[in-house]
């Protein structure tokens, strides 16, 4: 598929629209960069493989960025996680279905109180501890419970908007 940097821009406003916590909204908006077509090495598949991706945020503190691609994981996860300075699709884990996924599994979310500690009961259900917490801090209360009370049945999510 021909894409240009327009289609691909439209495609990121759209998946904008989407998002309803506007602290992840903002926090993506502060990194997105306009769009611009690069080629990676695809490494899943026959050698020598390469494929265009489209460059739509970059995080430079972390040396990360976010692309769009139809090949490769692409269409069922076009939203990709990679390295600025590899010239390679990376592993299958970081590409999404959808912008927001990737953001929220990107460096640049892990500042934003956008994540909670849930405790699973034994009925199945599960119960929230602690909310709007930074990643760090999510993680550092999850072992400070699981430290406490000897059990492996806390877990860090992302909170619902």
Avoid at 19 to 36: G, M, R
Avoid at 94 to 123: G, M
Avoid at 128 to 134: C, E, M, P
């Amino acid at each position: 598929m021909n894409r240009t940097s327009d289609d691909i821009r439209r495609l990121v406003d759209l998946e904008m629209e989407l998002i309803t916590d506007l602290v992840v909204q903002d926090a993506l908006k502060a990194i997105l960069v306009y769009p611009s077509c690069h080629i990676r090495n695809w490494d899943w598949g026959k050698p020598g493989e390469r494929y265009p991706c489209w460059m739509v945020a970059e995080h430079k503190e972390s040396g990360t960025g976010i692309v769009y691609s139809d090949f490769g994981f692409g269409p069922e996860r076009p939203w990709g996680l990679i390295f600025l300075s590899e010239p390679w699709f990376g592993l299958d884990s970081s590409w999404f279905p959808n912008l927001e996924e990737a953001f929220c599994d990107c460096h640049a979310s892990t500042p934003l109180p956008i994540w909670n500690v849930v405790k699973k009961n034994e009925d199945g259900s599960t119960t929230t501890i602690a909310t709007d917490l930074s990643l760090d801090e999510a993680y550092e209360k999850r072992d400070e419970l699981e430290s406490r009370f000897g059990k492996s049945i806390y877990s860090v999510k992302r909170r619902e908007k």
